[in-house]
């Protein structure tokens, strides 16, 4: 059970597994003390003296010594030396700020924040922990909750100015966590357009490591997460910590080894180009961090982060259902389509057992090439005669579910809405914009852009038999300006756009709670918590070659369930790196996520037909496994030739293994794989080959698994308890 208890010096929020510990030390400062492996009391004492601070708490703020003070919130300006949390510029320009306890309130549930993505529900619990500074007139009120079925502390900050000068906040991190060594290494996902998310991993040396993004989306290039793990942790073992921001725009996430070889994690906005201004009366609320601890190494790190995202992130009727298996024809025609294309297309995958058709980019404007008419959303009847409505009944009729491509964010300067309204791009007054992918984004900060973003989207889903919408992103910004902002206000446009476009997703979600969404940002460019609070799957990336996608979809599971990856069977060679992989290796790993296809099926020799058929029925009868079992990574693709992971269904009756090795190796033989999750005490078969075994076995001495010959060599079995 979640719980809070506070004493005269000390909150301590535990669960039966976890415990986070804050100590008031005396003057009301707010000082980190714990957080790991439940506790049942916490002393403090000897903690305070690997700081080197009184044992009782009492402290002398004199000689900067705060600088040695572990703290939940620690400010720039009075005695902190390290990167602070905070940073409050005063209308007469000084920066400082003193933040002293004021109140801690603890209520039942879990917080929620207006205007921001944020976990909720469940068995949780809330703290509110009130600091004020009385010179500025600002209370700082740290938000924190734990839930009972995860090990997530999670954590916001709201800002109030009470007092009767303007502030202007220069940083206000997420999550401040001081930790008395740096005996860890990091851990973080860092990649690039079609290679996202390889896991980065170095020692903590002395000075700051962190990734960042300053480009309006979390983006492709590092994700918003850092983890830090004792030397040594595996995937089976080991201490890690790790947190991630439920936020898709701008971000920090790192670390500050500093005096006396003390650590300092800390997520949030990016400040590098972010300012707020907090007039008397405003509020401002930071977006929600969130941290987890295992003992149970990476695994356990990953089974912590996909329980959060599958009880406490993904909303609505999709949350915990089977995923359809789509066919999208974007790698099939690109932008050269026509109806019967289409529908030729179309049937063909209905025939095979495909469940959604998924229209992607060129159906609207003028749209032949990406030159054109984002903003236009209205279809093209050169391609389309008939309309949408025609097509998408056509589809229904074929017994598929119809989706649609959208880019809402951006805006074509060969559209109509951009002669219309060239207002509405992003832009800096008396420069030519640069443009990126040959467009312009929309600036999401103005209520009328946001109205036009909701409109074109809502308009479209309301005439037409829409069952999934593909939101794409597709590229970073550039030319941040915003013709409705006051200048001491165009620092927040990045955060500002980020409202706006959440406030959008929260009408859309509200008023289609039938749609299925899909987030995509040039592939997985903004694949977080944050969209994944409005959109239960993101995809994951444009590339599909089985080898590559072991890498990338290996590194999105440390911190990403299987049911949030969009995973697609994609043409060879494919598209993106030229690679003939056979179609098995595609469909093993593809039907690791939310499966699917990304070419035309007619193009495929009958052979393949058939196994494409027998791939899809396994799927449906696995899905529920596959989506929402309990995921394992066994062997890595970042350490060798091979990759291996299995899926266990919740009761650990069912399990779907795949192993996967990009070249073949000359007298090599076939594995060991030390199988997880598994129920010990079971005895399963292998379906696929008809052996028995028991779990025990399976776990502790392993499953000879032989691969079929050739490069990208590819098995996947299931395992069944007798
Ligand atoms: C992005 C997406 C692709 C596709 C194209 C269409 O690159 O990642 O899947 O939708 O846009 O232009």
Request: with cysteine; proline share 5%.
């Amino acid at each position: 059970m979640p719980d809070i208890i506070i004493t005269e010096k000390q909150i301590h929020l535990r669960n039966d597994r976890i415990s986070y510990v804050i100590g008031i030390l005396e003057g009301g400062i707010a000082a980190h003390l714990y957080f790991g492996k439940r506790v049942e009391a916490f002393s403090a004492a000897s903690v305070l003296r690997r700081w080197g601070l009184p044992e009782d708490g009492s402290l002398s703020l004199q000689n900067c010594a705060l600088n040695h003070v572990p703290q939940e919130y620690p400010a720039y300006g009075l005695g902190e030396m390290r990167e602070g949390a905070l940073i409050v510029r005063a209308a007469d320009g000084t920066a400082s700020c003193d933040l002293r306890f004021v109140s801690a309130e603890i209520a039942d549930g879990k917080y929620g924040l207006e205007g921001l993505p944020a976990s909720f529900g469940g068995n949780a619990k809330t703290l509110r922990l009130k600091l004020r500074d009385e010179l500025l007139g600002l209370d700082v009120t740290l938000l924190y909750a734990i839930f009972d079925n995860c090990d997530i502390i999670a954590r916001s900050a709201l800002f109030e100015n009470r007092g009767g000068q303007p502030l202007t906040l220069e940083r206000a991190a997420s999550l401040c966590l001081d930790l008395p060594d740096c005996d860890y290494d990091l851990i973080t996902l860092s990649g690039d357009w079609a290679r996202e998310r390889d896991v980065i991993r170095r020692k903590l040396t002395p000075g700051e490591m962190s990734v960042s993004s300053i480009r309006g989306a979390s983006s492709l290039l590092a994700s918003p997460f850092a983890a830090l793990a004792r030397p040594g942790t595996t995937e089976a073992s080991g201490e890690v910590l790790a947190a991630a921001l439920v936020y898709s725009g701008s971000f920090y996430a790192g670390v500050e080894v500093g005096s006396r070889h003390a650590a300092r994690l800390m997520l949030g906005l990016n400040d590098r180009h972010f300012t707020w201004l907090l007039q008397p009366g405003e509020a401002f609320t930071a977006p929600e961090a969130v941290l987890t601890w295992s003992e149970d190494g990476f695994d356990g790190m990953s089974a912590q982060f996909h329980c959060l995202c599958a009880e406490h992130i993904v909303r609505g009727k999709f949350a915990h259902a089977p995923r359809p298996i789509l066919l999208n024809n974007w790698e099939a025609t690109y932008f050269g389509f026509d109806e019967e294309k289409l529908l030729t297309i179309a049937r063909k995958a209905a025939e095979v057992g495909v469940e959604l058709f998924v229209l992607d980019d060129g159906w609207f404007g003028h749209r032949d090439s990406d030159n054109s008419s984002l903003g236009d959303w209205v279809v093209d009847r050169r391609k389309l005669p008939n309309g949408l409505r025609s097509l998408a009944e056509k589809v229904h009729g074929l017994g598929l579910k119809f989706g649609l491509w959208f880019e809402p964010e951006m805006i074509s300067p060969d559209s109509d809405l951009y002669r219309t309204h060239p207002e509405y791009a992003m832009q800096i007054r008396g420069r030519t914009p640069i443009e990126g992918r040959n467009q312009l984004i929309l600036d999401l900060s103005r209520a009328d852009v946001q109205d036009f973003v909701y409109s074109a989207v809502a308009d479209v889903l309301r005439e037409n038999p829409i069952d999934y919408v593909k939101w794409d992103m597709n590229r970073n910004f550039s030319n941040v300006g915003s013709l409705q902002l006051p200048p001491e206000r165009m620092r927040e446009l990045p955060h500002r756009y980020m409202l706006g476009l959440y406030g959008v997703l929260e009408r859309l979600q509200a008023d289609f709670p039938d749609v299925l969404f899909e987030s995509c940002s040039s592939g997985g460019g903004r694949f977080d918590l944050g969209m994944l609070y409005y959109m239960p799957q993101t995809w994951c990336s444009d590339n599909t070659d089985a080898l590559c996608r072991c890498r990338i979809q290996w590194g999105t599971s440390l911190v990403f369930p299987p049911f949030s990856m969009g995973s697609h069977v994609s043409a060879v060679p494919n598209h993106q790196t030229g690679r003939i992989t056979p179609i098995r290796a595609r469909a093993n790993v593809a039907m690791s996520g939310c499966f699917g296809f990304e070419l035309d099926l007619n193009k495929l020799p009958e052979s393949e037909i058939e196994e494409v058929k027998a791939v899809i029925a396994r799927v449906k009868t696995l899905r529920q496994t596959l989506l929402y079992g309990r995921f394992h990574r066994l062997l890595s693709p970042f350490e060798g030739h091979d990759t291996a992971w299995i899926t266990v269904s919740e009761d650990r009756r069912e399990a779907v293994l795949m192993f996967t090795r990009d070249l073949a190796q000359p007298d090599t033989d076939a594995p060991m794989l030390r199988l997880r999750g598994l129920d010990p005490a079971l005895i399963y078969t292998v379906e696929e080959t008809g052996e028995t075994c028991g779990g025990d076995e399976l776990m502790r001495s392993g499953l000879c698994v032989a691969l079929p010959g050739g490069d990208a060599a590819s098995v996947s079995l299931t395992l069944r308890a007798l």
